[in-house]
């Protein structure tokens, strides 16, 4: 994300303003949790993340989905349990903001949570009758989502988890696009007039604390983001 900054002509900062928050989250938390060697791939996916951004909570929705659905079938059990949890919160919100309550699950969030049955039982005792706090979902339950989905992926045992994380990403950046952006190529005020030319760096990695998830934390990250209040 610092090299995000950069090429955008911003100051020095991963929190970079030309990049969706929660897109940057997710960024983040790829690059800290990919291997040294595959972390070197991501350079060439900065571009990408420059101009992306926008009020619009259906760009956090669609990335904690996408998060969620990729982390469900792979991360350990507890885990598991969060991610179901977040699909069926995200899924009820998108369809409130697409003016259709009550809508059926998209196909995509359906076959996640078929091949994790038991934590799709848990999750729809969960969010049975439990009102969304839009507000509260970007804040807090967004990012929580993001960053545990990431995590789990990460320590699951499947053959290429840097390959899930990398394509986890790339799927997000078209996520963040508005359907205007997504035909169109843009470039950001940082222009290549204005920046010498230089090798991308070479991305680093930053201890991230992994910790258990207990049923306390479950409740909190998805659940925080339920409330009374619109």
């Not at 970079?16 to 938390?29: N, S």
């Amino acid at each position: 994300m610092e090299y995000a900054s950069y090429l955008a002509g911003e100051k020095w900062s991963d929190h970079p303003a030309c990049t969706h928050p929660l897109l940057g989250e997710l960024a983040r938390q790829v690059n800290d949790f990919m291997s040294d060697d595959a972390r070197q791939a991501l350079v060439e996916l900065v571009p990408d993340i420059i101009g992306l951004t926008g009020a619009d909570l259906r760009i956090d929705l669609r990335i904690a989905l996408r998060a969620a659905r990729t982390a469900l079938p792979v991360a350990p059990d507890a885990r598991q349990l969060m991610m179901a949890a977040a699909v069926l919160t995200c899924e009820r919100l998108l369809a409130d903001l697409n003016g259709c309550p009550g809508a059926p699950l998209s196909q995509e969030s359906s076959d996640a949570l078929a091949l994790a049955p038991a934590a799709a039982t848990w999750a729809r005792r969960y969010a049975r009758g439990r009102s969304i706090s839009q507000r509260a979902f970007r804040r807090q339950a967004a990012p929580t989502i993001v960053r545990y989905a990431v995590q789990g992926i990460a320590h699951a045992c499947v053959p290429n988890p840097d390959e899930l994380l990398h394509d986890l990403l790339v799927g997000a950046i078209e996520d963040a696009r508005t359907p205007e952006r997504r035909s169109a190529v843009y470039f950001y005020a940082g222009d290549a007039e204005r920046r010498p030319r230089s090798d991308p760096p070479r991305l680093r990695h930053t201890p991230a604390a992994v910790g258990p998830v207990a049923g306390a934390d479950l409740l909190d990250a998805v659940g925080a983001a339920s409330s009374t209040q619109p």
